[in-house]
């Protein structure tokens, strides 16, 4: 058999061994099921590549069951490709960015082995957004916008994915099933926000505490807001009179000491301060915990302290705080059976409470709480096999 005539690979941003695949897969596209493809020295002759570069090609080829190797046979067409084949799990921020939480990483695997308990395989797909970058309406993943144009991918399970991008008009064409946070919204609210504004604001009332602070961030550009339209929702439900230049939103946990400063501000702006403290983002808690212990408040005496967080987050206080935990592996449990729902054509259960826990935790002890309202302590908080 004569060597294939193979068009000249174009000069992109990718690794040496995908240009190749990438033109063999336009090759694919003219022959037939079963067809001889060629030998690895003849791609490796025409390309002036290595042949470990051939060979990872072909490698890539053959996982996506467009081709089929056989010992001592040579290299076929594959009779039967197999494509949509995996569940994408998909991570827009950058794992390696200094602020992340260590939520999303925990989570990843977690969403990933709940799939597999529900039948579906998946492949994690990991784009570079750092915290506090505007979100698009395409991936900052690669292979993922490649998986998808391929059709390789049946759905999609979305952690830290801007929701522009799952609003666009490219992912609208491709009418898969997702799931995301949204999955956790009604009526324009969060359920994970709303949950967690009731149990802290429940806490303040049981504590006599009525001039609560706000510390954490939310994305100005989105217009979700779930914090702010949660406190003005629910805060005169608990009889909390909102004060403005106590709600600081706009701490951005990437910039280092942001929870210090923003804290610092808040207490030493007037005569009159907060006696309930809200901190929305774990990773803001050291900071603001730095700032309180260095300004000698009397936590819970003079300050009632609330933290949003979940059991990936390991910490430890001097002082005793209210802790907001969501169960990661649970919430991982929540998507996969919807995603499973949405890919059987069905509609996904109704989500009424979220799987967390609420808890007093004092240095390395978590003891039960005195103060604990009874309305939390009472609360069937969701449990999944």
């Not at 390309?47 to 051939?54: A, E, H, Q």
């Not at 998808?148 to 999609?156: E, F, Q």
């Not at 914090?227 to 951005?252: C, F, N, Q």
């Amino acid at each position: 058999m004569s060597e294939p005539s193979l068009p000249t690979p174009s000069i992109r941003r990718r690794p040496l061994y995908r240009q190749v695949a990438d033109d063999l897969r336009a090759i694919l596209e003219t022959r037939q099921p079963g067809d001889l493809l060629g030998t690895e020295a003849a791609f490796t002759r025409r390309y002036g590549v290595s042949v470990s570069t051939v060979r990872a090609a072909f490698a890539e080829l053959e996982r996506e069951g467009l081709i089929e190797r056989r010992q001592g046979g040579g290299t076929f067409v594959s009779p039967r490709p197999v494509q949509r084949r995996h569940v994408a799990v998909v991570m827009e921020l950058d794992v390696a960015g200094r602020s992340l939480s260590p939520f999303y990483p925990r989570f990843l695997q977690e969403l990933r082995l709940a799939l597999g308990r529900v039948g579906l395989r998946s492949r994690p797909y990991l784009g570079y957004m750092q915290g506090g970058m505007l979100p698009g309406e395409t991936s900052t993943c690669d292979d993922l916008m490649d998986d998808l144009a391929l059709d390789r991918i049946v759905g999609m399970a979305a952690v830290g994915v801007a929701r522009e991008f799952l609003e666009s008009e490219f992912w609208r064409k491709m009418n898969l099933p997702a799931v995301s946070y949204d999955l956790l919204r009604a009526n324009g609210i969060n359920r994970n926000t709303e949950h967690f504004v009731r149990s802290a604001l429940a806490h303040f009332k049981e504590r006599g505490r009525r001039r609560i602070a706000v510390i954490g961030w939310e994305n100005p550009v989105d217009g979700r807001n779930p914090m702010t339209k949660a406190l003005e929702k629910l805060a005169p439900e608990y009889g909390v009179t909102l004060i403005h230049r106590w709600i600081d939103l706009s701490a951005d946990a990437s910039e280092q000491g942001m929870g210090w400063e923003r804290f610092r501000e808040i207490w030493n702006a007037s005569t009159e301060r907060p006696d309930g403290l809200m901190v929305i983002d774990d990773m803001l808690f050291a900071d603001c915990q730095k700032a309180i212990c260095e300004l000698r408040i009397d936590v819970p005496e003079a300050l009632d302290v609330v933290l949003r967080t979940s059991d990936a987050m390991a910490f430890h206080a001097p002082f005793p705080l209210l802790v907001w935990e969501l169960q990661t592996a649970s919430l991982a449990a929540l998507y996969a059976t919807a995603l499973k729902a949405l890919l059987n054509g069905e509609e996904p259960p109704a989500i009424d409470e979220l799987p967390c826990t609420v808890k007093i935790v004092n240095g390395a002890e978590a003891d039960a709480d005195p103060f604990i309202p009874r309305e939390i302590a009472s609360q069937p908080f969701l449990s999944l096999l």
